[in-house]
């Protein structure tokens, strides 16, 4: 089964579920820093962080491989009346990703990791904006569901993000996950 088609399937499974996705809680608890502006949400799955957002005050851009994940958000902004446009993308396809240099205050990126993007996420963040990600890492003690390819390493987004100020970091052995929330400078 290709990516597309197993994501559209656990989208619908999780739908099917009826229960309203909520938005990261980390993310949420740095409120304080989200004052709007323009955000890009890289595999927006269901949308809730995009949601949040758009309810934040944010003009919100949400990519993801997943069709049925991408109507939902449609759905669910033009029914709360917020500023989020969806768009089907295949992020392993860099060439077909077009976003601008500086053009983002804000760029999230949640339980998805494609160090090739790190670079895009770079370029796309305006002088002083925010960039928060969110995903699983290699633990020492925690072992989990998700391959270790699709895994930090322990304290990657550290090293990868030297040059930025870190706001907040946070290596969760018990439930293997790295997070960190920076400013460019």
């Not at 955000?39 to 269901?46: M, S, V």
């Not at 500023?83 to 339980?111: C, R």
């Not at 993007?117 to 002088?127: E, G, N, S, Y």
């Amino acid at each position: 089964m290709d990516a597309k088609s197993k994501w559209d399937e656990k989208y619908l499974e999780r739908l099917e579920d009826q229960s309203k996705p909520i938005a990261n809680g980390r993310l949420q608890g740095l409120s304080r820093y989200l004052t709007g502006g323009k955000a890009l949400d890289f595999a927006c799955g269901l949308g809730a962080n995009s949601l949040f957002l758009a309810e934040r005050g944010y003009e919100v851009e949400a990519f993801d491989i997943s069709d049925v994940a991408i109507e939902h958000v449609r759905e669910q902004a033009l029914a709360e009346g917020l500023s989020v446009l969806s768009q089907m993308i295949d992020l392993t396809d860099l060439e077909n990703i077009h976003v601008s240099d500086e053009a983002y205050d804000l760029v999230i990126i949640t339980y998805y990791l494609d160090r090739s993007l790190f670079p895009l996420v770079k370029a796309a963040i305006k002088d002083q904006g925010y960039f928060f990600m969110e995903t699983f890492y290699k633990s020492p003690i925690g072992e989990g569901r998700v391959s270790d390819h699709f895994k930090l390493q322990p304290g990657e987004l550290l090293t990868e993000f030297a040059d930025w100020q870190v706001l907040f970091y946070e290596e969760n052995e018990l439930e293997g996950r790295q997070t960190i929330f920076a400013r460019k400078r």
